[in-house]
């Protein structure tokens, strides 16, 4: 028998991480971090009103190039704050989406993609 164990948690973890990439229809168009914290407060005061603005979400890095962006939510509006990034539509006049890649309450299971994860075995 392996040393596999799969481990599935029932509750709701207190934490959630959250992978998103920000795509403009000019591709030319980019953002700084101040506007990207903007954006957030944008869409959540969009969806969800004073309510919606008032949800803490933690930017832990955003990187101007690529214009991605690790998240970090309470458990309690991680839907909320996923739901309002998805559903945002333009910023600054110019027309926008962001896409959630990777959901996570662990901050290290962002490290890895196994959708781009090659392993170089030994021959």
Not at 34 to 62: C, M, N, W
Request: hydrophobic share 45%; with cysteine; aromatic share 8%.
């Amino acid at each position: 028998m392996s040393g596999f164990q799969r481990v599935v948690s029932k509750d709701t973890a207190e934490k959630f991480y959250l992978k998103v990439a920000l795509e403009f229809e000019n591709p030319d168009t980019r953002i700084d971090s101040v506007q990207f914290r903007a954006l957030v407060s944008k869409a959540l005061h969009q969806l969800y009103g004073e309510t919606g603005a008032s949800i803490p979400v933690d930017i832990l890095r955003f990187q101007d190039d690529t214009m991605e962006a690790i998240l970090r939510v309470s458990g309690r509006s991680l839907v909320k704050v996923w739901s309002a990034l998805t559903l945002l539509g333009e910023y600054a006049q110019e027309e926008c989406a962001i896409r959630v890649t990777q959901v996570s309450p662990h901050l290290l299971a962002l490290a890895v993609d196994s959708r781009h994860f090659f392993q170089n075995l030994p021959s």
